[in-house]
C-alpha cells in the first residue's frame, strides 16, 4: 500500500506499568499506551534537511538489510515486502518521532509497529479487540521484527503500540486487553519522572540475568518480586487503591535494595524520601538505568511540588 504523508498512520510510545525484570520470570506485565509520544513513517520533502532524519533513514536502511538477510536465511514466520521497503528508504523514508529514544517508552516498538503496518502482507489489522491467539500471534511477529534494535526482544513494546490498548501479560501464552478502572478522586495518580538520560535496554538486562545466577537472589525474586508485581497489578485493575499502595511500598524498597545498580545514584535519595514519608512511590519504568522512572501517588499535586527539581508528568489518573 502506498501512503502519502498525511495519511500515514500514528503510533504512540506505551508506559509499562509493571513487569520490568519480572516478565523475564513468566510473571505477569500490565501495560498501556501512551498518547503523549508518537511517531509516523513519512518521505523526506526535497526540501528537509536534518540529523536526525538522516540518521533515521540509515537506521531503516539497516533494518532493510537485516530483513533480508533473515529472509535469505528462512528465519522469517511472516511474509514482509522488502522490496517496497527498499524502495522507499531510497525515496528518504524516516520515522518521524517525538519518542525519547533509550527512555523506556517504547521508541523501538512504535517503529517496529509502523513498519509490521506498511510492509506486512496479511497483517492482524490493529483495531478492534483481537483475541488471545491472535495477539500472541502478532507478539511472535513483533519480536522477530524488533530483535533488530535490541539483539533479542519479548515483542510485548511494539504490540501494545500497534493494538493501541491497555494489555495484561498473563505468560507467553496467555495475553489480553483489560480496561484499567475510572480514575476515584483525581487526585492521585501514575506519572513519570524524566532523570535526563537514556540507557540502554541489553547490557540492563544481561546484568539482572548475571544476578539470576545467585542462588539467593533468584530466590528473592521468585517470594518478594514476583507476589509484589502481581499483586500489585490485581489490586490495580480491580480499584482497589489503598491495597495497591501497600504492594507499591514493597515492590519500591525490594528494587531500591536488590535491583539498586538499576537506579541512578542521583534518584537513590528522592526514591528512599517516597518510601519513608508514603507521599510517592518509585519504581522501574522498564530496565531502568535511565530514562523514565516510574512514580505512583495519591496526591500529584502535592508530590509535584516537592519534585519540583524534576520533570514529571501524569501517566494514568488514579
Excluded at 498512520?9 to 503523549?36: C, Q
Excluded at 527512555?103 to 517496529?112: E, K, M, P, Q
Excluded at 548475571?210 to 485493575?237: D, G, V
Aim: net charge neutral.
Amino acid at each position: 500500500m502506498i501512503y502519502s504523508n498525511t495519511d500515514s498512520p500514528t503510533f504512540h510510545s506505551k508506559v509499562l506499568l509493571f513487569g520490568e525484570y519480572s516478565l523475564i520470570l513468566n510473571s505477569m506485565g500490565l501495560a498501556l499506551p501512551y498518547p503523549l509520544f508518537q511517531g509516523r513513517l513519512v518521505l523526506k520533502h526535497i526540501t528537509d534537511s536534518s540529523r536526525r532524519i538522516d540518521q533515521s533513514n540509515r537506521e531503516l536502511k539497516a533494518f532493510c538489510d537485516y530483513m533480508k538477510l533473515r529472509k535469505r536465511q528462512q528465519a522469517l514466520s511472516f511474509d514482509f515486502d522488502i522490496n517496497s521497503m527498499e524502495f522507499d528508504v531510497a525515496q528518504g523514508l524516516y520515522f518521524q518521532s517525538n519518542i525519547p529514544q533509550g527512555f523506556g517508552v517504547g521508541s523501538s516498538g512504535a517503529l517496529t509497529a509502523a513498519l509490521y503496518d506498511r510492509y506486512v502482507y496479511d497483517k492482524i489489522m490493529h483495531n478492534g479487540h483481537p483475541g488471545n491467539d491472535e495477539i500472541v500471534q502478532l507478539k511472535k511477529i513483533f519480536a522477530e521484527m524488533e530483535s533488530h534494535f535490541h539483539g533479542s526482544s519479548s515483542g510485548v513494546d511494539p504490540l501494545i503500540c500497534y493494538l493501541d490498548l491497555p494489555l495484561l501479560i498473563r505468560s507467553k501464552t496467555h495475553i489480553e486487553t483489560v480496561q484499567l478502572p475510572r480514575p476515584t478522586t483525581n487526585c492521585g495518580g501514575i506519572f513519570l519522572l524524566n532523570t535526563g538520560r537514556p540507557r540502554k535496554t541489553e547490557p540492563l538486562v544481561n546484568l539482572f540475568l548475571e544476578k539470576m545466577q545467585n542462588q539467593e537472589f533468584a530466590e528473592l525474586c521468585r517470594n518478594e518480586l514476583i507476589p509484589y508485581n502481581e499483586n500489585c497489578i490485581r489490586y490495580l485493575l480491580a480499584g482497589q487503591i489503598d491495597n495497591l499502595f501497600d504492594e507499591l511500598a514493597k515492590l519500591s524498597a525490594f528494587q531500591l535494595q536488590h535491583l539498586n545498580q538499576m537506579i541512578p545514584p542521583l534518584f537513590r535519595q528522592i526514591w528512599q524520601y517516597g518510601l519513608d514519608s508514603g507521599l510517592y512511590y518509585l519504581k522501574l519504568c522498564g530496565a531502568g538505568g535511565g530514562g523514565f522512572i516510574l512514580g505512583f501517588t495519591k496526591d500529584f499535586t502535592i508530590t509535584r511540588g516537592h519534585l519540583e527539581d524534576y520533570q514529571s508528568r501524569i501517566a494514568y489518573r488514579l
